[in-house]
C-alpha cells in the first residue's frame, strides 16, 4: 500500500510511534511504520530503503533514544538525500546530536514535552496535512482491511502513428578507435556506480532495529528449562478508553491459550498487566519476569473492522523474532487468536499434539457478543471494588443469557458471585454461595478440561468450608492445567486454610514464578511460613505483599499474627493499628466468619493472636 509518511523512531519510543500513527491514519494521513508493515520474510534493510523512497515526508520521533541510534541517524540521512522532508516529533528535551543536528537543523520542529501527548499529535497531523497538500496529491483515508476502492481500469485502445510521428532513425559513424575507448569509459562509470551502491550498502547498513539486551545475571528469576513467555497488554490505539476491555482480552485470550501448553513457561496476567501504560522496556519486563521472549502488540478498531499488529522479542538477543499486521473482521477475533498463538509456536520451535492443538483452539462460543461481555467482565472484576464486581455480574449474567453454552460466562458469573459474598454486598450469602456452585458445575458439564471451572468450583467449596472437597477439586484444577498461577493459588489456598501448609509452600512457589507481582501469593505463602514456624520468613513474604499492595489489610492481619507469633508484640500492635486505619468497622468476630480456616485450635490461636495485638 502506497503512503505518504515513513516514521522513525527507536524501539523504546514505540508507544508514541503508535500513537501518532493511529492518529495520523485518522486523519487519512497514510503511514509507514517498522514492524508493522515489513511483510513476513522480507529483508529488513531493503523494506526500510524502499519505504524511505516511497514516502513524501518523514516524521522522526525525537528522544534521547533515537538521538543516540545509528540507525536512525542512516534513515535520516538517507531521506535527506532523497529531498525528501524530515518533521521532528521532539517528545523530551534533549539537544540533538551533532551528525543529526547536520540534517535536521533547517527542518521545522514540532515539540510535544507536556502533556497531554494527544494535543501534540493532532498539530502534528495538521503540519502534515499543510505539509503534503503543498507537494501535491491527494490523501485517502484509513481503510482497514479489504482492498481499498478504485476506478475500473479503462480497456487501453491501440495508438496509430501518424507518419509525422515515426520514430527517426539517425546514424552516427564513430571511428574504431574511439568507439573502443567509449566502451572501456562506459564500463569504468557502471563499475563505479556500483562500487559506491556496495560501499554504501556495506558502510551505512539499515539493519533490524534491536532493543536493548536483557541479562541472565540481572534475572530476579532463574531462566525455565522451556521456552519462557510474557504478554504484554495489547496497546489500545482506538482512541476510545472503553475499548481497553478488548484489548485486554485479547492479551489475556492469548495467556489462557499459551498456558495449556505443557512446553511453554507463560507469565500470569496479574504480572504482566502491572506494566500497563507504562512504555518499559523489553529488558526490565525480561530481567523482572524471568522470562526470555516477549510478545507485544496493539489494536486499532474502525467499525466492524479491527487492525492488530503484533511482534515477538528474544529479549537475550534484542532481535525480533516475528512481528505481523493483521486487517480482519472483528467476526474472525477467535480465527486470529488461534493464528497468532500457533504463529508464536512456531517460532518458539514448540510442537504439539492433536490433543493439545484442540484444546488451545476451543473458544467455547461462536457469539461475539457473549464473548465481548466475558471480556469485559472479568475486566471489571480484576478491579476488586464493589461497584466493579457489580458490573461484572450483570454482564456476566447477560453472556450467559447470550449463549447459555458458553462455559467461561458461567465462569466469570461463578467468580463475581464470590467476590460480591466476599466483600459482604450480598441480600442472601447463602443464595448467592449456591448459584456460584451452580455456575462453576454447569461450567464443568459444558468444559471438564477446564483448570478454571475446576478452580471456580474449588473456591466455592472452600467458601462452605467443604475443606477436602475443596483440595480434591483443587488439585484436578492443577493437573489439567500445571501452568495456571489462578489454579495453583486456589489450592494452596485451601491446603493453608486446612492447616497443610507444608503441602502449600512448594505450590505458592511455583505460583509466584508464574505470577510474580500477584500480592495475595506472597500473603499465603507468609501463612504457610508461620504455621510451619517460619516466622522470619512469612514476616518477608507478607512484606513483599505490602510492597504490591500497600493497602491490603488483609496483608496487615497475616503481619500481625506473624509478629505475634514471632514474640514482636510492638510490631504486632503496628500492624494491627493498620488494619484499623484501612478498615475503621474491623470487627474481630465479622473476620472470623469470613476466614475459611478449618475450626480447632489451630484457628483459636490465630484469633488470640489478633485480640492480644489490639483488634477486637
Same mark, same amino acid.
Given at each position: 500500500m502506497a503512503h505518504d509518511v515513513f516514521i522513525s523512531y527507536s524501539h523504546e519510543d514505540h508507544t508514541v510511534a503508535n500513537a501518532a500513527v493511529a492518529t495520523l491514519e485518522s486523519h487519512g494521513i497514510r503511514c509507514w511504520i517498522a514492524p508493522r508493515d515489513i511483510l513476513p520474510g522480507s529483508d529488513w534493510g531493503e523494506a526500510i530503503i524502499d519505504a524511505i523512497e516511497e514516502a513524501r515526508a518523514m516524521v522522526l520521533i525525537l528522544s534521547s533514544h533515537s538521538n543516540e541510534s545509528d540507525q536512525i541517524k542512516r534513515e535520516v540521512e538517507r531521506t535527506v538525500h532523497q529531498g525528501i522532508a524530515v518533521l521532528p516529533f521532539r517528545i523530551e528535551d534533549i539537544v540533538p546530536s551533532k551528525t543529526l543536528e547536520y540534517f535536521i537543523s533547517t527542518q521545522h520542529w514540532l515539540d510535544a514535552m507536556t502533556p497531554p501527548l494527544e494535543d501534540h499529535l493532532a498539530h502534528l497531523a495538521d503540519t502534515l496535512t499543510v505539509l503534503l497538500a503543498k507537494k501535491g496529491g491527494k490523501e485517502k483515508p484509513l481503510h482497514i482491511g479489504g482492498e481499498e476502492p478504485g476506478p475500473a481500469p479503462k480497456e487501453r485502445q491501440p495508438e496509430v502513428m501518424s507518419p509525422e510521428d515515426q520514430p527517426r532513425v539517425i546514424t552516427v559513424s564513430i571511428p574504431p578507435g574511439r568507439f573502443s575507448l567509449i566502451i572501456i569509459a562506459l564500463v569504468v562509470v557502471l563499475l563505479m556506480a556500483a562500487g559506491a551502491a556496495v560501499y554504501w550498502r556495506f558502510a551505512f547498513p539499515l539493519a533490524e532495529p534491536k532493543v536493548e539486551k536483557a541479562s541472565q545475571q540481572q534475572m530476579a528469576f532463574p531462566l525455565p528449562d522451556k521456552p519462557s513467555i510474557a504478554v504484554m497488554p495489547f496497546l489500545n490505539l482506538t482512541g476510545e478508553q472503553n475499548q481497553d476491555f478488548f484489548c485486554d482480552g485479547l492479551s489475556e485470550s492469548l495467556i489462557m491459550a499459551l498456558s495449556k501448553v505443557p512446553q511453554l513457561f507463560v507469565i500470569a496476567r496479574n504480572s504482566t498487566f502491572r506494566y500497563k501504560g507504562k512504555g518499559v522496556k523489553t529488558k526490565q519486563v525480561s530481567e523482572e519476569l524471568g522470562v526470555q521472549y516477549v510478545l507485544e502488540g496493539s489494536v486499532q478498531k474502525a467499525g466492524d473492522r479491527v487492525r492488530i499488529t503484533a511482534q515477538l522479542i528474544d529479549a537475550l538477543s534484542g532481535h525480533q523474532l516475528w512481528s505481523e499486521r493483521y486487517d480482519r473482521s472483528l467476526k474472525d477475533i477467535f480465527d486470529?487468536?488461534?493464528?497468532?498463538?500457533?504463529?508464536?509456536?512456531?517460532?518458539?520451535?514448540?510442537?504439539?499434539?492433536e490433543g493439545e492443538a484442540v484444546r488451545i483452539q476451543e473458544k467455547g462460543t461462536n457469539n461475539l457478543q457473549a464473548y465481548l461481555k466475558v471480556v469485559e467482565a472479568v475486566g471489571h472484576r480484576y478491579q476488586m471494588n464493589k461497584e466493579a464486581t457489580a458490573v461484572a455480574k450483570r454482564l456476566a449474567q447477560e453472556a450467559v443469557r447470550l449463549d447459555p453454552n458458553y462455559a467461561q460466562a458461567h465462569i466469570a458469573l461463578s467468580f463475581a458471585l464470590m467476590q460480591e459474598f466476599v466483600q459482604g454486598t450480598s441480600e442472601s450469602p447463602q443464595e448467592t454461595l449456591s448459584n456460584a456452585m451452580?455456575?462453576?458445575? &454447569? %461450567? !464443568?458439564?459444558?468444559?471438564?478440561?477446564?483448570?478454571?471451572?475446576?478452580?471456580?468450583?474449588?473456591?466455592?467449596?472452600? /467458601? *462452605? $468450608?467443604?475443606?477436602?472437597?475443596?483440595?480434591?477439586?483443587?488439585?484436578?484444577?492443577?493437573?489439567?492445567?500445571?501452568?495456571?498461577? &489462578? %489454579? !495453583?493459588?486456589?489450592?494452596?489456598?485451601?491446603?493453608?486454610?486446612?492447616?497443610?501448609?507444608?503441602?502449600?509452600?512448594? /505450590? *505458592? $512457589?511455583?505460583?509466584?514464578?508464574?505470577?510474580?507481582?500477584?500480592?495475595q501469593l506472597y500473603n499465603q505463602l507468609g501463612i504457610a511460613y508461620r504455621e510451619t514456624g517460619r516466622y522470619e520468613e512469612g514476616i518477608a513474604a507478607v512484606k513483599k505483599t505490602l510492597q504490591l499492595a500497600p493497602n491490603y489489610s488483609l496483608a496487615y492481619i497475616t503481619l500481625a499474627t506473624l509478629y505475634s507469633y514471632a514474640g514482636r508484640e510492638d510490631e504486632a500492635r503496628a500492624a494491627a493499628a493498620e488494619v484499623q486505619r484501612l478498615d475503621p468497622n474491623f470487627s474481630l468476630i465479622r473476620s472470623a466468619k469470613a476466614l475459611p480456616y478449618k475450626e480447632g485450635p489451630r484457628k483459636d490461636h490465630i484469633l488470640d493472636a489478633l485480640r492480644q495485638a489490639g483488634l477486637k
Open positions: 486470529l487468536q488461534d493464528e497468532i498463538t500457533m504463529k508464536i509456536l512456531t517460532e518458539l520451535r514448540v510442537k504439539i499434539t451452580k455456575s462453576a458445575q &454447569r %461450567a !464443568i458439564e459444558l468444559d471438564n478440561s477446564s483448570a478454571d471451572a475446576q478452580a471456580a468450583l474449588s473456591q466455592v467449596f472452600l /467458601l *462452605l $468450608r467443604q475443606h477436602d472437597k475443596a483440595i480434591e477439586i483443587g488439585e484436578r484444577a492443577v493437573r489439567l492445567d500445571p501452568n495456571s498461577a &489462578r %489454579a !495453583i493459588f486456589h489450592l494452596a489456598q485451601a491446603l493453608n486454610d486446612s492447616f497443610r501448609s507444608a503441602e502449600a509452600i512448594p /505450590l *505458592l $512457589r511455583q505460583g509466584i514464578r508464574l505470577n510474580p507481582f500477584f500480592p
